[in-house]
């Protein structure tokens, strides 16, 4: 510390990219063919250009809907058809894949045998975009699975319970782009440097605490929760101790999940008498939200079935979702018992 008060040492030069900590990762196993990594490589990718877009939208006119409605009857934004174009692109220019289901494609899109690869990839390209004209952050969600030994791709291959995902994130757009990932070792985050174009590791293993401050909850619906929701939700917010949780409810998915991760607590899209199978879609959102939180420690369930567990039989099937504090989740569960 110098007389000033502050610290005049250099700055620290290591910096952990996404790319060498995944290559770091996969020398530990001697049988990875890298495969893995120029996947995630072609994800990383597109999460930067679509970052770039979204803070583009305005003067790009990207803003405001494109006229059309996806397969879940919601209108699409003109950036959802750009990242999900974006996505499927470049995805399938990775020669890495086999199957893609995006949120925005009724269908399933298997990859043609010139590019055809031993993975697949389900995905929200544009997670919370109903706030892209609020300026409210927004996302990317993603999971991979790898296909069956005996399989060069099919439905059958992604109509898998998300415990069989070989990774799972989601990219963040707000001040700055966070890449929040886990490959089945725990979960990494990672800030992108516009200056140098990569993913910096900034938050090493997270690790969400077991018990949080703070529910997110749409309770613009609260008319319509189930008795079970409704005692639960009192009691966090007139607990006899007399320190009620915070409510921090914005919308978006993946703002609402990262924030729990980092700071605890429960997000929960419960089935209510209007959503009776709940709204989240749980291939490409519950899924992948689920593995990360369990693998940061916490716990992911329906109030009454563990997400993970599941067995999907549609690519659009919806679920209830609760998901966070290890405790927290345990006390809504409690409710539901």
Do not use: W
């Not at 298997?110 to 995905?123: E, K, L, M, P, S």
């Not at 998300?162 to 707000?174: D, F, H, I, K, N």
């Not at 609402?256 to 980092?262: A, E, F, I, Q, Y």
Request: with cysteine; aromatic share 8%.
């Amino acid at each position: 510390m110098s007389n000033t008060g502050f610290d005049q040492a250099p700055p620290k030069t290591e910096i952990i990219t996404l790319t060498s900590h995944v290559l770091s990762q996969q020398q530990r196993h001697p049988i990875a063919t890298g495969d893995l990594t120029l996947l995630l490589t072609a994800i990383q990718t597109t999460c930067k250009f679509i970052s770039t877009n979204v803070r583009r939208a305005g003067l790009l006119n990207l803003i405001g809907q494109a006229g059309s409605s996806n397969i879940q009857g919601e209108d699409q934004k003109k950036l959802d058809i750009l990242s999900n174009d974006i996505m499927i692109n470049s995805l399938r220019a990775s020669g890495k894949c086999a199957v893609l289901v995006s949120e925005e494609n009724e269908e399933p899109i298997f990859i043609d045998t010139a590019h055809r690869g031993r993975y697949c990839v389900v995905f929200d390209p544009l997670d919370g975009s109903s706030n892209i004209d609020a300026g409210v952050n927004i996302g990317t969600i993603f999971g991979v699975y790898k296909c069956r030994d005996d399989s060069e791709g099919t439905l059958e291959d992604v109509l898998r319970p998300g415990s069989e995902l070989q990774v799972a994130g989601y990219c963040m757009y707000g001040s700055s782009a966070n890449l929040v990932i886990s490959t089945g070792q725990g979960v990494n985050g990672y800030t992108l440097d516009n200056g140098i174009g990569e993913f910096i590791l900034t938050h090493p293993n997270i690790r969400i605490p077991s018990r949080g401050k703070i529910y997110s909850f749409n309770e613009g619906n609260s008319l319509f929760f189930h008795e079970p929701v409704t005692q639960y939700l009192e009691s966090i917010k007139f607990p006899s101790n007399g320190k009620p949780y915070s409510a921090r409810y914005i919308g978006s998915m993946v703002a609402d999940v990262h924030r729990t991760l980092l700071y605890g607590g429960i997000f929960g899209y419960p089935s209510d008498k209007k959503s009776k199978n709940g709204k989240l879609r749980l291939l490409y959102e519950g899924y992948p939200m689920a593995f990360l939180v369990e693998q940061a420690g916490g716990l992911a369930t329906t109030g009454t079935e563990r997400i993970l567990d599941i067995k999907p039989t549609d690519i659009h099937q919806r679920c209830p979702v609760f998901l966070g504090s290890k405790d927290d989740v345990e006390d809504v569960m409690r409710f539901h018992q």
